[in-house]
DNA sequence: TGTAGACCTTTGTTGGCGCAAATATCCGCA
DNA sequence: TGCGGATATTTGCGCCAACAAAGGTCTACA
């Protein structure tokens, strides 16, 4: 049998091409609300988080995106008026990126639309016990790969003090990011 | 309850952060070999495909990138020697990539790590039934979201005529790419 | 107190990719 | 045969992100 036909080469490929679908479905959506993918994914993870901000190099980690990325992505977004940036008064080297009510607004406002895009090609066809297991399964594999994507969450914070109390969060030991 | 922590917002998140970090799990690997991961995958759906070659133009469709986008991948991977372009006899619009022996052995040389990594990552985690589960839903979510994927393979020419027996298989009536 | 090293963010540079336009070719139809 | 519209590929252009370097700040330790 041929090598390249192994079923371990498929599954990855299935993978990769159902997150490529999927994304393609959710483009038209979030750019007719004049928000790119990563635009939407920073939006989102700032609204999710405490007061909704975060440090410059906790949505780096979160994202995926280098620093600079993030400077990057954030100066568009500021520009735009849907974030702004927040000195840190604990730490004069860092910044913060903080949603604004237009940030917020905009994020709610796509909210609904997005949200019906994934019930209608992702959750939606699936059973609940079948979306169960879809999900463990996956979390299984989240936990191996990515043992530490929880920078600047509660989670993360209430692992090194009583959280949320403060702003400006004590720094942790971060495991080395390779 | 916030409408940012919907279990559907919660479970796309999560398929993300699983391709991402697949992706990343395996980056070392393929480019400890020189290539990229857009170049692997290239060079593995031409070593796929029959005679080893495809037309730029299903190459672009297989992998998601833009026509342009596959001229310069393959501009890369033709100056390093690993694919050709061969003119299409029957069409002289067209030109085929083809891959050279180089390419292969390139291929074969990365490929038991790879699929180790994938392994150990990804398929290696899950017992036989929960691999079977997890990749049916996601053929079912693929069939959704990508319906035509299949550009220059056997099936899709099969479904236009014997195919495999000459090269320039005649054109399919494709299904408008938008 | 003073200093070395780690850390946070930004900026310059480089390479990749999509979009639109240009060129060449094909095909159906009069 | 000749023409118009569709199709295949390439090229020019601009945006986006990673990498590396720089500047400012923090912290541990002597």
């Known amino acids: 049998m041929n090598p390249l036909d ?5 599954a990855m490929g299935l993978l990769a091409e159902v997150h490529a679908g999927l994304i393609a479905r959710m483009q038209p959506a979030l750019s007719a609300s004049g928000l790119s993918d990563i635009d939407f994914e920073t939006v989102l993870r700032l609204g999710r988080s405490p007061w909704q901000r975060l440090r410059m190099t906790d949505l780096a980690a979160q994202t995926g995106l280098s620093t600079s990325g993030v400077t990057r992505v954030i100066d ?8 702004e940036r927040v000195a840190c008064s604990s730490d004069r080297r860092a910044s913060y990126a903080a949603l604004t009510d237009a940030g917020r607004a905009r994020l709610e406002a796509v909210l609904p639309v ?3 895009d994934i019930e209608s090609c992702f959750t939606g066809l699936l059973s609940d016990d079948e979306l169960t297991a879809f999900l463990a399964t996956l979390r299984k594999i989240r936990d191996v790969v990515r043992p530490c994507a929880t920078a600047g969450t509660a989670s993360a914070a209430a692992a090194t003090a009583r959280a949320g109390e403060e702003l400006h969060l004590p720094r942790q030991p ?3 990011r390779r």
Do not use: M
């Open 6 to 10: 192994d079923p371990r080469l498929t």
């Open 174 to 176: 971060q495991q080395p």
């Open 114 to 116: 997005h949200l019906r």
């Open 76 to 83: 568009r977004l500021e520009r735009d008026g849907l974030v």
